[in-house]
Structure formats: C-alpha cells, structure tokens
C-alpha cells in the first residue's frame, strides 16, 4: 500500500509540472538547438524579442502526440508524430481566429483556428517514425486526421496541409 500511494504522489507531482509547463504563464526556455518554428502575432508569452521561437526538443516537450493517417500526396497510410497546435496554442498564449502558416518557399495559407478544436491537427515532424528533412517535407508539416471525417479530404483541407513550416502568425 505505502508503494501505491508513493506511485500515485509522483504520477499527481509528474502531471502538475506537465500541466504547469503548458500555461502561457510560464516562461518560455530559450532555444538550444536549431530554431524550426517562430509564432509571432497575437501571443502573450515569447522567448525572442515579439516572437516565440522553438527548436525540436521544445515542440517535443510541450507534446508529442501521433496520427495515423493517409494523406492526397501518398499512397496507403502513415503515422504521423508531432506536437497537438492546441498545445502550441496554449505555451505561447495565442490568440486569434486565424492562423497564418507559412512554408520556407514563401507559400502562405490561411488556417482558421477552430480546425485546432475541430480536428485537433499537429505539426508533425516524424513520419513512419523518422524525422522528416526538408526533402521529406520537415521540418514541420501541418497534419490533418484526414482519414477521421470526410470534410478533411476535400481541396480545403489539403490546401491548408502546408509542408516545410517555418512561421505561424496568429491574428
């Protein structure tokens, strides 16, 4: 029993720093790796100047969370893994109807941010459980559960899909 109550005591103390490090409150660590993602716009806790600024292990320890899911561009289906943009949401305290998500090419779409509480899509960085370079549309590639509703297999939805993901701007 004393071992019961000992494993319970750390899972409760585990899941309060987990939730604690997701509150935009807390500040948020400096980069240590190479920076993949910068949000910037309406977000109250930042890191680089205006802007929140990430590397792989910061995404990783805000969540890691896997969709498997087939996609317009590939034949069969795929696991997906990445960070939930609910919790990017959360750590940076953004705020917004809009997301504007944008590729290292340049390409730019418009996200509405209720797809995040509608299909609770993820900024992946793994696929098939290697991480994704450039070439294979890393570092970040915005992933849909297309195969969840059949709403998401339509043009809409892929257009929103962008791969190469170097910036999000809430507004």
Not at 133 to 157: C, H, N, Q, V
């Amino acid at each position: 029993m004393k071992y019961i109550v000992c494993f319970l005591s750390v899972i409760m103390l585990f899941n309060l720093m987990s939730l604690q490090r997701l509150h935009a409150d807390t500040p948020l660590p400096k980069p240590k790796g190479k920076i993949i993602l910068t949000i910037e716009g309406k977000i109250t806790n930042k890191n680089h100047g205006e802007r929140a600024v990430f590397d792989h292990a910061m995404l990783a320890n805000l969540d890691t969370f896997t969709i498997t899911t087939s996609t317009p561009w590939d034949v069969g289906v795929s696991e997906f893994t990445g960070c939930r943009l609910s919790k990017l949401m959360e750590a940076t305290g953004a705020d917004g109807t809009i997301m504007f998500v944008t590729a290292l090419d340049g390409y730019e779409v418009t996200v509405p941010t209720s797809d995040i509480k509608e299909f609770d899509p993820i900024l992946a960085w793994a696929r098939n459980g290697k991480v994704m370079t450039i070439r294979e549309k890393g570092p970040l590639w915005l992933i849909y559960p297309f195969d969840s509703a059949s709403e998401l297999r339509g043009m809409e939805y892929s257009a929103r899909s962008v791969w190469q993901i170097e910036r999000i701007a809430f507004q």
